[in-house]
């Protein structure tokens, strides 16, 4: 299955194709960064059995970790074999950002707690 890229997700996301988002960044490794792609929602990726049947069947799933290497492209390849048509973003995060498209701070336990990120 083909990666999508920056650029056909930027179009996905003004509505070209609908998709759910899905970060699957370690929890450690999204904390230590602080920000994710608007629209997105966070799956710990070492509990994938716990929501793997919380994934739309019907409609394009993407998953994107740090780089696009093994978690997202793990993950998206056991979706796919459960009949999800599931796919990851080449180069993750990391090509997101450098190709300057938006991002959106994640909310925190503690900032949540203390009211803030609105």
Same mark, same amino acid.
């Given at each position: ?10 179009? %996905?996301?003004?509505? +070209? ?11 450690? +490794? ?15 990726? +070492?509990? %994938? ?46 090509? %997101? ?22």
């Amino acid at each position: 299955m083909r990666p999508v890229t920056v650029p056909e997700l930027r179009l %996905w996301q003004g509505g +070209a194709l609908p998709h759910t988002l899905i970060d699957v960044r370690r929890a450690a +490794a999204r904390a230590a960064d602080g920000t994710e792609i608007a629209g997105s929602r966070w799956e710990d990726p +070492a509990r %994938w059995l716990d929501w793997k049947d919380e994934v739309a069947g019907d409609a394009l799933v993407l998953l994107y970790c740090a780089h696009g290497q093994e978690i997202s492209q793990g993950l998206a390849a056991a979706l796919r074999a459960m009949g999800c048509d599931a796919r990851h973003l080449l180069g993750g995060i990391a090509a %997101w950002k450098a190709g300057e498209a938006p991002v959106a701070d994640i909310e925190t336990p503690s900032r949540q707690a203390a009211g803030g990120g609105d």
